[in-house]
């Protein structure tokens, strides 16, 4: 089946401490996104990628760092220097590049929980 | 700046009734928009898409979303409520030129029996 496989669902982290997500995705997209979800905030653009080895941050972008070495992966660590890093965090793909004549279609990753101690 | 509000944060309906889920865009040539629904600690599925083509647009579950470009308007409906819809719901849009969605800050429908 073609998805994006998150992991891990649930985490927690000691202050101090940096963590990684794992975003994979099978669908030959191009473009994939991180995502942070506070209750009642809707959703935050940390990251995104739209090609391979080329990334550019979003509206919370401080505080966070990622890569693009292969097109299948797209990995988020949260870094010591995120204030308040516990939320929800989502991954997600576009077949191309959003705003570029293509439909905008998200395909999102079932998410990681990240609970800081 | 591209925009989107949804106008209610909670909706409650009774299982069997009708379900409205309001949301106003702020005003550009060329919008995409897009409801995506999530449940419980999952990630988002998309619901419906309008993409310039027919104004009254149908999804999945028996959802539909209509176009209003003078009201700058792009409510969910659902003639008849489900248990299996409470759930949160996102209002999406897309500009042409511009790289990213912008998302509305979820409405959170409530079904009761």
């Known amino acids: 089946d073609g998805g994006i496989t998150q992991s891990p669902k649930y985490l927690f982290r000691k202050e101090g401490q940096n963590v990684t997500l794992s975003c994979e995705q099978n669908?030959?997209?191009?473009?994939m996104y991180w995502y942070r979800q506070d209750p009642g905030q809707g959703l935050r653009l940390i990251y995104y990628?739209?090609?391979?080895?080329?990334?550019q941050k979003g509206d919370i972008a401080e505080g966070y760092s990622v890569s693009r070495e292969k097109k299948e992966s797209f990995p988020l660590t949260v870094t010591s220097a995120q204030k308040n890093p516990t939320a929800f965090y989502l991954c997600a793909s576009s077949i191309g590049k959003i705003g570029g004549g293509d439909t905008g279609e998200l395909f999102f990753g079932e998410g990681s929980r990240l609970t800081v101690l | 700046a591209q925009s989107v509000t949804q106008l209610d944060s909670h909706v409650s309906v009774s299982e069997g009734t009708p379900v409205l889920l309001r949301c106003n865009y702020s005003s550009s040539y060329s919008p995409s928009l897009f409801w995506y629904v999530q449940h419980p600690n999952k990630g988002l599925q998309l619901l419906l898409k309008?993409?310039?083509?027919?104004?009254l647009v149908k999804g999945i579950n028996g959802f539909e979303a209509e176009f209003k470009k003078s009201e700058t308007s792009f409510h969910l409906t659902k003639p008849s409520a489900h248990m299996s819809d409470a759930a949160e719901y996102f209002c999406?849009?897309?500009?042409?030129?511009?790289?990213?969605?912008?998302f509305g800050k979820g409405t959170m429908l409530l079904v009761s029996p």
């Open positions: 999406v849009v897309s500009y042409s030129g511009y790289s990213t969605l912008t």
């Open positions: 309008y993409t310039s083509a027919a104004t």
């Open positions: 990628s739209q090609i391979v080895n080329d990334f």
């Open positions: 669908l030959n997209h191009d473009a």
